[in-house]
């Protein structure tokens, strides 16, 4: 009786690593593994809504596995060190992807891009800056982002705001107004770090102009340049004035979004995901919030738009790469999915076959800013790469807590990011 | 017989030895081997680069601040939740009305998780309607924001606040433990004596704790050297690095910058930083063994 028990325990102790021989082999089986950060405030149950369509259409399962938008960015870099990425997963088109194809992570796609005909699906300026690394393309574009200064509508008016403002000094004017009516012009929340870069970002490509932000990104101009200094010098005018919150290194940007929401404050920088969120909140598009476009700082300067593209990529040890093309090309291609998708997380689709009159009327506006630009350039955490990211991250939330450091933190900083160029 | 015994033995042993092996050795030396490589966590394709991250090390402005930082951040693991869980022995071994339900909630925070705490805490200290802003703008009066963990001055103290709030319910248990086999007649042939109350503590109770304080010490001691989730709630690190901790700061290395080759050699000084301390203990250990036997 006594041996019976033992062998039972030895036998049970080897039955746990058959579980996971159980698992390879299911995933054999024809599904499709897929990791990605669409949860919460982000649409987890209307990704699902999409990804059941595509089983429906194909008959192909998909096993999901959700990670919160802050989580994914580590999680999905455990996976790869443990050699064990999902077949598909998001990512930020941008510098982050460039990251992990010179990685040799990624499985380029051009195979299926040409067979789905995708040229013809996928907006040109997000198929060129979006999709190609190296020559080769490696993520299909699911969804995009612009980030333009949301405001509540109703505080807005309040404060006399009858058109918005065009120019620099029309924006100071319009704090001016909200600050005198006792209202925080503008809301923060710069707790997770990147909520606070659509400033620098805005700044800079404002003043200094695309190409030089893409050199700056890129590591050939300098942080210690007077183009740098000159983009900082005007956002802390802006906190020396007054015209920000208090404690925006202590909140969220959903914290930030919901000041605004209840009219403690006029406007927020933030992407079009806000949107996203407002309306879970049951707020009105263009009736309750309403967005404009950064004004214009510089004659001259190119007007360029900011924002993220979340794509989806395949893995290069994907275990069933036929199964994740089908995914890619479906998710994409599908308007019906895409329009759906891009509703319901308060994006814009890169499908050209997505009547925009799908779109709410702000997100519609949004659309149009974004076909109107001169240029689009990816937000600063996806321009940059991730070591020199976190570096800027860090002098962001370093310069909001006291501003007048600027000139001791750009000399910190331009040190610190060479050496993280330089890896 | 003997030689189906012994057989028995290494079988039931082999699977415990797995794990041990597979969970804690082989990752163990994995972070030696991956310390001296560049490997960034997704390249399969990794260069050899000797001690280059060690020297890294030297010169890493941001380890430097982490290293202060988990020594200030071990000192008060040590000293507020010993002296605490010290006091709280104290007055509720004397007989207090409702000594024992005063123990089940001074006890209670150490059965909740660091996250939990760690949340609780984020939310005391939230500037706007938090309770420790809202108690503060009572008192005086004036409307008090500051932001507790947003601000680098504070941020990791008030960490140190939440964990001790966490470790004292332990470290007071123990203490309880203790003062129960401290002999009655001891304290009383001191009290006969002339002994006034201070010089009983100080002469007979704290010497005959000893054995409690060397567990609590070692406990605090271990448990602020695992001390990462908390602070990761709280301020992952941050504002600005500002309070990272060594553990934190290879996690960051690690993770956000994509340096795991930089990250492994952060985590090879830091287990000997660990070992070191370790041994220290064992040594102290042994010394209380021969005295209170």
Redesign the interface.
Same mark, same amino acid.
């Given at each position: 009786m006594n041996q019976i028990s033992?062998r039972g325990?030895?036998l049970g102790?080897l039955a746990i690593p058959m579980l996971g021989v159980g698992r390879m082999a299911s995933a054999e089986g024809g599904e499709v593994t897929i990791s990605h950060y669409f949860t919460g405030e982000l649409g987890m149950k209307a990704f699902n809504e999409q990804v059941a369509k595509f089983t429906a259409a194909t008959g192909i399962a998909m096993k999901d596995s959700p990670v919160g938008h802050e989580d994914f960015?580590?999680d999905i870099?455990?996976r790869?060190?443990g050699?064990s990425l999902p077949d598909v997963f998001s990512y930020w088109a941008g510098a982050r992807v460039q990251?992990?194809v010179?990685? &040799? *992570?990624l499985a380029p796609i051009d195979d299926m891009w040409v067979a789905n005909g995708l040229d013809a699906v996928i907006a040109k300026p997000v198929a060129d800056s979006a999709t190609l690394y190296n020559g080769k393309r490696y993520l299909v574009p699911f969804n995009y982002h612009y980030a333009g200064m949301f405001y509540n509508v109703k505080v807005l008016a309040d404060a006399g705001m009858t058109a918005a403002p065009k120019t620099w000094d029309e924006f100071l004017a319009l704090c001016e107004a909200l600050k005198a009516k006792g209202v925080a012009p503008i809301a923060l929340g710069s707790?997770n770090?990147w909520p606070a870069q659509f400033w620098f970002d805005y700044l800079l490509l404002r003043t200094a102009g695309p190409d030089y932000r893409a050199k700056l990104m890129s590591g050939v101009a300098k942080y210690s340049d007077p183009e740098v200094a000159a983009a900082l010098a005007m956002w802390k005018d802006l906190f020396d004035k007054g015209y920000f919150v208090?404690?925006a &290194? *202590?909140d969220d940007w959903t914290d930030a979004s919901d000041k605004v929401a209840r009219g403690e404050a006029g406007m927020t920088l933030m992407g079009t995901w806000i949107t996203g969120y407002w309306n879970g909140n049951g707020l009105v598009p263009a009736q309750d919030y309403d967005f404009f476009e950064f004004p214009k700082v510089k004659d001259g300067v190119p007007n360029a738009a900011v924002g993220p593209v979340d794509g989806l990529v395949t893995a290069a040890n994907a275990a069933n790469p036929e199964g994740a093309a089908k995914f890619l090309a479906f998710m994409v291609s599908d308007a019906g999915v895409q329009a759906a998708w891009a509703n319901a997380q308060g994006a814009l689709s890169a499908n050209v076959n997505v009547d925009p009159a799908s779109y709410n009327a702000v997100m519609q506006k949004a659309a149009a800013t974004v076909a109107a630009a001169e240029a689009f350039a990816f937000n600063y955490d996806l321009a940059t790469p991730?070591?020199v990211a976190?570096v800027g991250l860090?002098?962001f939330?370093?310069f909001i807590?006291d501003p007048s450091q600027a000139e001791a933190i750009l000399a910190q900083v331009a040190s610190d990011a060479e050496a993280?160029f330089k890896? | 017989m003997e030689q189906h015994n012994r057989f028995?033995r290494i079988?039931?042993l082999a699977?415990p030895l797995a794990v041990f092996g597979v969970f804690v050795i082989w990752p163990l030396v994995s972070s030696f081997y991956y310390s001296v490589t560049?490997w960034?966590?997704?390249?399969?394709?990794y260069q050899f680069v000797g001690l280059s991250n060690f020297a890294k090390i030297a010169s890493d402005r941001l380890f430097l601040q982490a290293a202060v930082n988990t020594s200030l951040w071990m000192a008060a693991a040590i000293v507020l939740p010993t002296s605490l869980g010290l006091l709280l022995a104290l007055l509720l071994d004397s007989r207090v009305l409702g000594a024992r339900v005063f123990k089940s909630i001074f006890y209670l925070p150490i059965c909740l998780s660091a996250v939990i705490v760690g949340q609780i805490w984020t939310w005391i200290y939230?500037?706007?309607w938090g309770l420790l802003n809202t108690v503060i703008t009572q008192v005086s009066g004036e409307k008090f924001?500051y932001?507790w963990?947003?601000?680098?001055d504070t941020a990791l103290w008030s960490v140190i606040v939440a964990w001790s709030w966490q470790q004292t319910g332990l470290a007071m248990v123990i203490y309880l433990a203790g003062l129960t086999s401290i002999p009655g007649d001891l304290l009383e042939v001191a009290e006969i004596e002339g002994a006034t109350q201070w010089q009983r503590f100080r002469e007979v109770v704290l010497p005959l704790l000893a054995p409690s304080t060397v567990v609590v010490v070692a406990l605090s001691v271990v448990n602020s050297l695992k001390g990462f989730d908390i602070l990761y709630i709280m301020t992952g690190g941050?504002?600005?690095?500002s309070s990272e901790t060594l553990a934190m700061h290879m996690y960051?290395e690690s993770?956000?910058?994509?340096?795991?080759g930089y990250g492994a050699a952060i985590s090879v000084v830091l287990f000997g930083v660990a070992m070191a301390i370790i041994g220290l203990y064992f040594r102290q250990l042994r010394k209380v063994d021969r005295i209170y036997g």
């Amino acid at each position: 009786m006594n041996q019976i028990s033992r062998r039972g325990v030895l036998l049970g102790s080897l039955a746990i690593p058959m579980l996971g021989v159980g698992r390879m082999a299911s995933a054999e089986g024809g599904e499709v593994t897929i990791s990605h950060y669409f949860t919460g405030e982000l649409g987890m149950k209307a990704f699902n809504e999409q990804v059941a369509k595509f089983t429906a259409a194909t008959g192909i399962a998909m096993k999901d596995s959700p990670v919160g938008h802050e989580d994914f960015k580590t999680d999905i870099l455990v996976r790869a060190a443990g050699n064990s990425l999902p077949d598909v997963f998001s990512y930020w088109a941008g510098a982050r992807v460039q990251f992990i194809v010179d990685s &040799n *992570a990624l499985a380029p796609i051009d195979d299926m891009w040409v067979a789905n005909g995708l040229d013809a699906v996928i907006a040109k300026p997000v198929a060129d800056s979006a999709t190609l690394y190296n020559g080769k393309r490696y993520l299909v574009p699911f969804n995009y982002h612009y980030a333009g200064m949301f405001y509540n509508v109703k505080v807005l008016a309040d404060a006399g705001m009858t058109a918005a403002p065009k120019t620099w000094d029309e924006f100071l004017a319009l704090c001016e107004a909200l600050k005198a009516k006792g209202v925080a012009p503008i809301a923060l929340g710069s707790k997770n770090r990147w909520p606070a870069q659509f400033w620098f970002d805005y700044l800079l490509l404002r003043t200094a102009g695309p190409d030089y932000r893409a050199k700056l990104m890129s590591g050939v101009a300098k942080y210690s340049d007077p183009e740098v200094a000159a983009a900082l010098a005007m956002w802390k005018d802006l906190f020396d004035k007054g015209y920000f919150v208090e404690n925006a &290194n *202590a909140d969220d940007w959903t914290d930030a979004s919901d000041k605004v929401a209840r009219g403690e404050a006029g406007m927020t920088l933030m992407g079009t995901w806000i949107t996203g969120y407002w309306n879970g909140n049951g707020l009105v598009p263009a009736q309750d919030y309403d967005f404009f476009e950064f004004p214009k700082v510089k004659d001259g300067v190119p007007n360029a738009a900011v924002g993220p593209v979340d794509g989806l990529v395949t893995a290069a040890n994907a275990a069933n790469p036929e199964g994740a093309a089908k995914f890619l090309a479906f998710m994409v291609s599908d308007a019906g999915v895409q329009a759906a998708w891009a509703n319901a997380q308060g994006a814009l689709s890169a499908n050209v076959n997505v009547d925009p009159a799908s779109y709410n009327a702000v997100m519609q506006k949004a659309a149009a800013t974004v076909a109107a630009a001169e240029a689009f350039a990816f937000n600063y955490d996806l321009a940059t790469p991730p070591p020199v990211a976190e570096v800027g991250l860090s002098m962001f939330t370093r310069f909001i807590d006291d501003p007048s450091q600027a000139e001791a933190i750009l000399a910190q900083v331009a040190s610190d990011a060479e050496a993280a160029f330089k890896g | 017989m003997e030689q189906h015994n012994r057989f028995w033995r290494i079988a039931l042993l082999a699977a415990p030895l797995a794990v041990f092996g597979v969970f804690v050795i082989w990752p163990l030396v994995s972070s030696f081997y991956y310390s001296v490589t560049d490997w960034n966590g997704f390249d399969p394709d990794y260069q050899f680069v000797g001690l280059s991250n060690f020297a890294k090390i030297a010169s890493d402005r941001l380890f430097l601040q982490a290293a202060v930082n988990t020594s200030l951040w071990m000192a008060a693991a040590i000293v507020l939740p010993t002296s605490l869980g010290l006091l709280l022995a104290l007055l509720l071994d004397s007989r207090v009305l409702g000594a024992r339900v005063f123990k089940s909630i001074f006890y209670l925070p150490i059965c909740l998780s660091a996250v939990i705490v760690g949340q609780i805490w984020t939310w005391i200290y939230q500037p706007d309607w938090g309770l420790l802003n809202t108690v503060i703008t009572q008192v005086s009066g004036e409307k008090f924001k500051y932001a507790w963990l947003a601000k680098p001055d504070t941020a990791l103290w008030s960490v140190i606040v939440a964990w001790s709030w966490q470790q004292t319910g332990l470290a007071m248990v123990i203490y309880l433990a203790g003062l129960t086999s401290i002999p009655g007649d001891l304290l009383e042939v001191a009290e006969i004596e002339g002994a006034t109350q201070w010089q009983r503590f100080r002469e007979v109770v704290l010497p005959l704790l000893a054995p409690s304080t060397v567990v609590v010490v070692a406990l605090s001691v271990v448990n602020s050297l695992k001390g990462f989730d908390i602070l990761y709630i709280m301020t992952g690190g941050g504002p600005f690095n500002s309070s990272e901790t060594l553990a934190m700061h290879m996690y960051n290395e690690s993770f956000k910058k994509y340096l795991m080759g930089y990250g492994a050699a952060i985590s090879v000084v830091l287990f000997g930083v660990a070992m070191a301390i370790i041994g220290l203990y064992f040594r102290q250990l042994r010394k209380v063994d021969r005295i209170y036997g």
